[in-house]
Each structure stands twice: as C-alpha cells, then as structure tokens.
C-alpha cells in the first residue's frame, strides 16, 4: 500500500510539472497581441437615413443572403406588411435623441437616385452609390437599413404555436470616403425559458411572456445603438 502511495504522488508530481512545463512552452510561443489603432473620429452632424429594403420582398423568404455592405450572413423570412414603417419610426426615435446630430429629409433624395443612374457609364459599387445619394443632399454619412425577417408571433403573450422572430442590419456609410464605419445587426427567435437556460435574465426582463415582433425590434434597436458611433 506504502509503495502503491509513493507512486501515484510521483506520477502527480510529473504530471503537474508536464502542464506546468507545456504552459510555459505554449505561453512563450504565443505571440503579444498587436496594438489596436484607435479609429478615426467620425465628424457627422448630418444624416439621411434611406427607406428600408424588404429584403424578403426581393430575393424570397427561407433564403440564405449575404449583405454586400457588411458580409453579414441572414436567413430571410417572413415580413409583416408594417415591418418597414415600423423600423423607420423606432429607428427615427433613436436618431433624434441624438443632440448633434441633424437628419436630413428623405424626400430631399428622392431624385438623386435616377440622376445618379443617368450619369454613370458602368455599374456603381453600393458604398459608393449611397455616399453619392448622401452627397447630393449635403448629408456626412447615409443610414441604410435592410430587413430580412421580421415575423410577428401567432399567439398570446401567455402561449404561442410559433414566436415571433426578427432579423435586420443598420448600416452606416461615410459620405465623405464611401467607408462604411458602423453596423449594427440583429436576428433573433425568441425561445422560452426551456429552450435556452442562458437566456434567463431576458425571459424575466420580457416578464416571462411571449412579445411581438415590434417589440422584438425594439429590443434588438436598443442593444445595437449603444455603440452607434454618433451620442
């Protein structure tokens, strides 16, 4: 028994020094992060915000896209008749609040786009096309919001046979440079409590119940603003 004793505290020893051992190889192997640059600051007191894209509308539902601005990859689905106008006006809200920035009318743009057409020979790359769209109104940067799902629930709020279930993308081009500088992405299926345990603060946070796709949107407008680059 003595021996047998002797012998497992030698192979815990060894093993102890071998991860030591191999996590000091592994340590001096890594090499140190690069420096981030800080980014550039973005001078942007104006801002045309375009129409939001059915994206559903165009390329079809239960379609996989990949956004050309972002490279962002979505699942398209349904989208409730409202979904456009709704995302306008939440997102309007969230624009105005902001106290140096001035949004410039939609419908200064709205012949922009053919006269952009018309005088172009070849096909334009999108950033550039929306920076040019942004020019002719004298707007810093263009707000362009794509919507690929947004799936009203079919139910309560107490019981649904299906949840609701949102998806869309805010992106910011910069006129100046055509850079885009920001995104913001949402996409998200509510589940219950059941069918993802992490999610347990948000399921007290919606008070246990089942929301609406507008306040799904919401939510997800909410959480992606935080880090818009204009205060």
């Not at 020893?13 to 996590?23: A, E, M, R």
């Not at 922009?112 to 002719?136: C, N, Y």
């Not at 079919?154 to 609701?164: E, L, R, Y």
């Not at 993308?169 to 949402?186: A, I, K, N």
């Amino acid at each position: 028994m003595l021996r047998r004793k002797v012998h497992l505290k030698k192979m815990i020893g060894s093993l102890g020094f071998f991860c030591v051992f191999l996590w000091i190889g592994c340590s001096s192997n890594t090499p140190p992060p690069k420096p981030v640059s800080p980014p550039e600051p973005l001078h942007i007191k104006t801002l045309l915000m375009l129409p939001f894209q059915n994206m559903a509308r165009k390329q079809g539902e239960n379609v996989i896209i990949q956004d050309r601005l972002s490279g962002n990859v979505f699942t398209t689905g349904t989208v409730a008749p409202e979904a456009e106008k709704v995302m306008a006006e939440n997102v309007t809200s969230l624009l105005k609040s902001r106290k140096d920035l001035t949004l410039v009318p939609e419908s200064l743009a709205d012949g922009a786009v053919s006269t952009i057409l018309s005088s172009e020979k070849g096909e334009i790359p999108e950033r550039e096309f929306i920076a040019k769209i942004g020019a002719s109104v004298g707007a810093d940067a263009v707000l362009v919001g794509k919507i690929y799902r947004f799936r009203e629930r079919d139910g309560t709020g107490f019981s649904v046979n299906s949840p609701a279930s949102v998806a869309f993308e805010l992106d910011l081009v910069q006129v100046s440079d055509s850079r885009l500088v920001w995104t913001g992405t949402f996409d998200e299926t509510q589940q219950s409590l059941f069918e993802n345990l992490f999610q347990w603060n948000t399921f007290w946070k919606r008070k246990a119940q089942w929301i609406t796709a507008e306040q799904l949107a919401r939510e997800g407008l909410d959480k992606i603003f935080e880090t818009f680059p204009v205060k």
